[in-house]
Each structure stands twice: as structure tokens, then as C-alpha cells.
């Protein structure tokens, strides 16, 4: 498991990790752990004041009426203190949910796109991004003009962004989508400006793959036009890296598996893999159809959160790819966000207007496409 405390004696506050309440509060975590992490010895798992960091989050959420909304590719040790944990789309849910209305504060543990996301929803609250370092390759191969080039150079089709753009992309869009929800918006979108073309940026990779299953439904008459997808030259360093050839052994080595792939990696893995959905759409699937034995073909820590959560699961990796940008988050500065109320994300009004626009316009698309769907199958039974 990655070492992700540092064991300097910055934190003399932080609790012994010996101490009998700690241990009695924490036990359960580093059994869990475990679950992800074989090797991880109880050693290990004091050195990393692990246990002293959970308890100390736990107090300072406590105390300062704080949540803390987490990624599915959070490592397991942050997940421990998540409130809640979920795919890109799920968390902004969270965030502006009943659930957490109450909350004065809260944490993203996540990359900054995400915080952006949570403040958008509510800015009302104070939302802190435990480390700016947080970025996304995705996120940063997008800036404004380049939608405003795109509004040039494909006059009157509907630009829409993915969630994982920053605030000033966003509020150029005309809607926003999520690996989730990506198919459904591009339908929605084209029926409502009555055109045959989208553009789905900035993830090369998630647009082609949803130009395949697009076509896919127009050849099975689910959709009564052909729609073209436009897209721009960004993608995941992650996903992007991973390789078909891959996939072919883990079926050789292991003839029953089943592989779970991310859209944002190239069609030909997608292909090749036997469900592709985000990260809680994979999560559903494991937890639907209970594989016995499975690849997820995403960053490595989701692997660790299906382990845990399903410790009769065979989990096969061909390599784990891990996401710079999402490790910059550990408990560490977590808490230090808590203790000091660091860093606040700070959105100019006029933007944090600007980009509710298109956040409202997917909401209100996936709404539309689920009526749309409910009154096929009401159809389909009739
Ligand atoms: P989802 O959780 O929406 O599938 O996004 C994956 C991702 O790469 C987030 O950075
Ligand atoms: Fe960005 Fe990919 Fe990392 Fe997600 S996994 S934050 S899309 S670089």
C-alpha cells in the first residue's frame, strides 16, 4: 500500500496509535485494510497513524459540522473517513443532498475539478480541497477558448463538457455530462436543438466510445437518427494507458473472469472488456451480478474498494495504474484541511452563475431521458 502519512512528529496532537481507544475505535479499518492489502501489517498500519488520523478526522468533522465526500479512487485509508463515497456525478448529488444540508463544511476528497463541483452546488458552503495539487490531465487539456473556438468552428451544435473540466470550461457549456450519463445526455441534448451532431469534450476516448454505442442504438432503432459525435484531444492518463493485449491474457490466465472496463479508455479495450460503466456504475455491476472472479480495468484503488467490499471476490490485475492527481489526497491533509480550514474553493460570481447553467441543463437532460425511458417500457409492457 502506498505510504501515505509522513511519521514526522509534525502532529504530536495526533493520538498514540497504541492507545487502547484508538485501537478499539480503529480496529475494524485495519482489518478492512487488510482486505485491500494483503501485505499490510499492524506495524505498517501504526507507522502510518492510521488509526490516530481517523480518530482525529472524525472529532474535527464533528466538531466543525463538517462531511467529507469522497471518490471511489480514494485510497483506502481516506475512504475510512469518507461520509460518502461515489463516481464524479454521485458526489455532487451528495453534496447538495438533504443529507448533508445541515453541514457548514464540506471536505472533497477528490481532485479539484470535484470541489468545483460540490461548490457549484452549494455555494453557500465552505468547500475545502485538501490539496491543489490535485489536478487531472483531463481537466487541463481544455481551456475556455477552445470551447469558444468551438462555437466557431461548429456554429449551432450543443457543446457539451464533461464534469471533469474546470468551473471557467464549464460555464462556457451548454451542458455538462458524466461517464454515467453521457449516452443519455447526447440523446437528450440533439432531440431538444433538433440536430444530428454533439460535441463531447474534452475525453476523445469517452466520445468515441459513446459514438459506438450511439450507433449501436440507431442500428436497433432505439434512436430514430445517426447523431455524430465531435470531440477535442484530451484524455486520462490513466485509463489511456491501458492496452487490449492485456486484457487478452487475463483471459487466457483466467478463463472465467469477468472485466470491468472505464469509458475513458480507447475503444478497443472497451471492446474487449465485458461491461463498461463509471466507477459506481461498475461498483453496481460487482454488486448486482457478484463475479467471483474480476478485473476492473479503471484506477487501481477502485479495485481496493471492491475487495473490501467483497472479500470472496477474486480481484486479477494485469498492472495497477494509479492517478497521480487522486493520491495527492491522503489523511494527512485531509486533516490539515479540517485544522485549518485549507483551501477554500473560491468561485468569482459571475462564473459560479455561468457554470450552474450547464449543471442544471444535465439534470434537467438526465430527467428528461428517464421519463423517456419509463414511458418505453410502459410501452414495451402494454
Ligand atoms: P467517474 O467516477 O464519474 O466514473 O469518473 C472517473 C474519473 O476518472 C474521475 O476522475
Ligand atoms: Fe483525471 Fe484520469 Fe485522474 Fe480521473 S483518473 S482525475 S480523469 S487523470
Known amino acids: 500500500m502506498d505510504e501515505l502519512v509522513s511519521t514526522d512528529n509534525t502532529f504530536a496532537q495526533l493520538l498514540d496509535p497504541k492507545d487502547p481507544e484508538v485501537c478499539q475505535a480503529t480496529d475494524h479499518f485495519f482489518e478492512k485494510a487488510k ?20 480518530c482525529a478526522i472524525e472529532q474535527l468533522k464533528a466538531e466543525k459540522n463538517a462531511a467529507v465526500i469522497g471518490h471511489n479512487y480514494m485510497h483506502p485509508y481516506v475512504s475510512f473517513v469518507c461520509d460518502y463515497l461515489g463516481d464524479s456525478l ?17 471536505v472533497n476528497a477528490g481532485v479539484k475539478f470535484m470541489a468545483e463541483t460540490a461548490k457549484t452546488l452549494n455555494p453557500q458552503k465552505k468547500v475545502l ?22 462555437r466557431v468552428t461548429h456554429p449551432g451544435i450543443p457543446i457539451v463538457n464533461y464534469a471533469n473540466t474546470y468551473v471557467d470550461v464549464r460555464a462556457k457549456s451548454d451542458a455538462l455530462c458524466t461517464s454515467s450519463n453521457i449516452v443519455d445526455i447526447a440523446v437528450e441534448i440533439t432531440k431538444e436543438w433538433n440536430i444530428d451532431k454533439v460535441i463531447l ?8 466510445n459513446t459514438q459506438i454505442t450511439l450507433d449501436g442504438m440507431y442500428e436497433r432503432g432505439d434512436l430514430d437518427r445517426r447523431i455524430e459525435v465531435i470531440t477535442h484531444p484530451g484524455s486520462c492518463e490513466v485509463h489511456e494507458r491501458y492496452d487490449p493485449e492485456e486484457i487478452k491474457i487475463l483471459r487466457i490466465t483466467h478463463p472465467d473472469i469477468v472485466i470491468l472496463a472505464h469509458p475513458e479508455c480507447i475503444p478497443a479495450v472497451i471492446e474487449a472488456a465485458d461491461f463498461s460503466g463509471s466507477t459506481a456504475q461498475m461498483a453496481d455491476y460487482v454488486a448486482t451480478h457478484r463475479p467471483k472472479i474480476l478485473a476492473m480495468i479503471t484506477e487501481c484503488a477502485q479495485g481496493y474498494q471492491i475487495a473490501m467490499a467483497y472479500p470472496e471476490a477474486q480481484i486479477v490485475s494485469s498492472s495497477c495504474k494509479g492517478c497521480p492527481h487522486m493520491r495527492q489526497i491522503n489523511m494527512r491533509n485531509v486533516y490539515e484541511a479540517l485544522v485549518h480550514e485549507q483551501h477554500e474553493i473560491i468561485i468569482p460570481d459571475d462564473i459560479l452563475v455561468s457554470a450552474s447553467v450547464p449543471l442544471q441543463k444535465m439534470k434537467t437532460l438526465m430527467e428528461r431521458a428517464s421519463q423517456r425511458k419509463a414511458s418505453q417500457t410502459e410501452a414495451e409492457v402494454a
Open 201 to 208: 469534450a474534452p475525453d476523445q476516448y469517452l466520445a468515441r
Open 35 to 54: 482486505l485491500a492489502d494483503p501485505l499490510l501489517t499492524r506495524e505498517q498500519w501504526e507507522a502510518d497513524r492510521a488509526g490516530p488520523y481517523i
Open 129 to 150: 480541497q485538501p490539496s491543489m495539487d490535485a489536478g487531472c490531465s483531463l481537466a487541463a487539456s481544455i481551456v475556455p477558448a477552445d470551447v469558444d473556438l468551438m
Open 90 to 106: 454521485k458526489m455532487g448529488e451528495a453534496a447538495a443532498s438533504e443529507k448533508f444540508n445541515d453541514k457548514s463544511i464540506i
